[in-house]
């Protein structure tokens, strides 16, 4: 069955880089129909888009963090991986990664990692 | 970037009730619109896509309408389990925004 797992640190402390990793099971990177994004959540608010990744290596970006992200895969691991350059109170949040699927011409996040806090404190 | 506002922010409503949640894309985005129930500790769960389309698994009491940038998700006959906040998200292009959530309570 599909399945999508986040890990990384709890406690990044300001201005560090953050680093996740998303780790797939169930289908491939290299299938043509899927993707996989990066979606946050600070505590109490909204859910936030990121980064996505495209089978064909594409990659797209929050226009408003797209100077400090990096979006990355290793198809061999099936493994995506975040990057999240000079890490702020602010970004404190679960982050989630979503497979994409396109089917037909629509594209939905149809199965999500259970998500990873992380804080960020000095 | 498209902005995506849902109405309203929160809503009570009683077991049995038909509640409807209404969501406006900034532009026209038919039919690149999805519907997620997400639960308090748990990742977000799939109810609608592409506007009107069920994922399987979903109960038929949860439906989807609307086209172009105005979009509602209608759950039917309320159960207890269906208590949980709602958002749309469009997939229409990058960035893929979300709304900004809408908690449904137990009156």
């Known amino acids: 069955q599909v399945t999508l797992k986040e890990s990384g640190p709890v406690l990044v402390k300001p201005t560090e880089t953050l680093t996740l990793t998303c780790t797939v099971s169930g289908f491939s990177l290299s299938n043509t129909i899927v993707g996989v994004s990066w979606i946050r959540q600070p505590p109490g608010k909204a859910l936030e888009w990121l980064a996505h990744?495209?089978?064909?290596?594409?990659?797209s970006y929050s226009t408003s963090l797209r100077s400090r992200l990096t979006i990355s895969k290793d198809t061999s691991k099936s493994q995506v991986v975040l990057t999240m350059t000079d890490m702020d109170p602010v970004d404190t949040a679960t982050y989630y990664c979503?497979?994409?699927?396109?089917?037909?011409?629509?594209?939905?996040?149809?199965?999500w990692g259970q998500g990873t806090p992380v804080t960020v404190s000095s | 970037d498209i902005q995506m506002t849902q109405s309203p922010s929160s809503l009570s409503a009683s077991v049995g009730d038909r509640v409807t949640i209404t969501c406006r894309a900034s532009?026209?985005?038919?039919?690149?619109l999805n519907w997620f129930q997400q639960k308090p500790g748990k990742a977000p769960n799939l109810l609608i896509y592409?506007?009107?389309t069920l994922q399987s698994g979903v109960p038929s009491r949860f439906s989807g309408s609307g086209s172009g940038s105005d979009f509602t998700l209608t759950i039917n006959s309320l159960q207890p389990e269906d208590f949980a906040t709602y958002y749309c998200?469009?997939?229409?292009?990058?960035?893929?925004?979300f709304g900004q959530g809408t908690n449904l309570e137990i009156k």
């Open positions: 990744i495209f089978s064909n290596d594409e990659k």
């Open positions: 532009q026209s985005i038919s039919p690149y």
């Open positions: 979503a497979r994409l699927r396109w089917d037909s011409g629509d594209y939905y996040f149809d199965y």
């Open positions: 998200q469009q997939s229409y292009n990058t960035p893929y925004t």
């Open positions: 592409a506007a009107s």
